[in-house]
C-alpha cells in the first residue's frame, strides 16, 4: 500500500522543478529496482530532480522517500501488493492512459540504466513482457468524453497485467542479480533494450 498520492508525487516534482511526469518517475524507479538489488535513493533522485534542487535536507522531499520506502517493500515483498502510481480513477481516462504509457517508459528507462542482463540471455517470459511495455508505452491515447464501460474495463486489465508482469520480471531477475554480486560476476554490460525503442524518444534527459 503506497502512503503516498499520485497528485501528491505530482506537487512534489513540479516544486522541485523536474519535468519528469510523476508516472514515469515510479516508472523509472521500478524499472531500477527490478534490475539493482541494492538500488539507492539518491541515485533516483538523481534521475528526477535538478542538481540545484536536490537537498537532502529538503522536507519537501519526504513523500519521494515515502514513495521509494513503499515500492521497494512491496517488490521485495511476498504480499504481491506492489501498485502501479497512476492518475486517479477519477481523472479522465484519456489522461489516465496517457499516465500508464508514461509509466512504461519509465519503467523501461529504468530497466535499461540498472544492472539488467543482456536482451538475450533474459527468460523468454521476461522478454515477453518488456515487448508489450514497449507497445504500451508507444501506445497513443485517442479517446473522446469520460469513455465508455468496456474502455474502463480494458484500461483497468492493462494496468493490472502491467503490475502481475513487473512483479514477475523483478522475481525472476533479481535473485540473479543478487547472486551475480555476491559472486562478483557483475560484467554483464549494459542492457541493449534501448534498441527495440524509439530513437526519437528521450526519456528522462
Not at 489522461?95 to 536482451?119: D, E, H, I, N, V
Request: proline share 5%.
Amino acid at each position: 500500500m503506497l502512503q503516498v498520492t499520485f497528485a501528491e508525487i505530482v506537487r512534489v516534482l513540479e516544486g522541485l522543478g523536474s519535468s519528469v511526469p510523476a508516472a514515469e518517475a515510479h516508472g523509472c524507479l521500478v524499472g531500477a529496482l527490478c534490475t539493482s538489488p541494492h538500488y539507492p535513493l539518491e541515485r533516483w533522485l538523481e534521475e528526477i530532480i535538478p542538481e540545484q534542487d536536490r537537498r537532502n535536507d529538503d522536507d519537501s522531499q519526504q513523500a519521494l522517500r515515502l514513495l521509494y520506502a513503499d515500492t521497494l517493500k512491496a517488490l521485495r515483498g511476498e504480499d504481491m501488493d506492489f501498485e502501479v502510481l497512476l492518475p486517479d480513477d477519477d481523472i479522465s481516462l484519456a489522461a489516465r492512459a496517457g499516465g500508464l504509457s508514461q509509466w512504461c517508459q519509465g519503467f523501461l528507462y529504468g530497466f535499461g540504466t540498472g544492472q539488467p542482463p543482456k536482451q538475450q540471455q533474459l527468460p523468454g517470459n521476461v522478454n515477453e513482457i518488456l515487448n508489450d511495455l514497449t507497445h504500451i508505452g508507444r501506445a497513443s491515447v485517442e479517446l473522446e468524453g469520460e469513455g465508455s464501460e468496456s474502455e474502463e474495463e480494458a484500461y483497468a486489465e492493462v494496468v493490472e497485467y502491467v503490475r502481475v508482469g513487473v512483479q514477475l520480471i523483478h522475481d525472476e531477475l533479481i535473485p540473479a542479480a543478487a547472486q551475480r554480486i555476491d559472486t562478483g560476476d557483475e560484467g554483464s554490460g549494459p542492457s541493449d533494450l534501448d534498441s527495440d525503442q524509439d530513437p526519437d524518444h528521450n526519456t528522462l534527459h
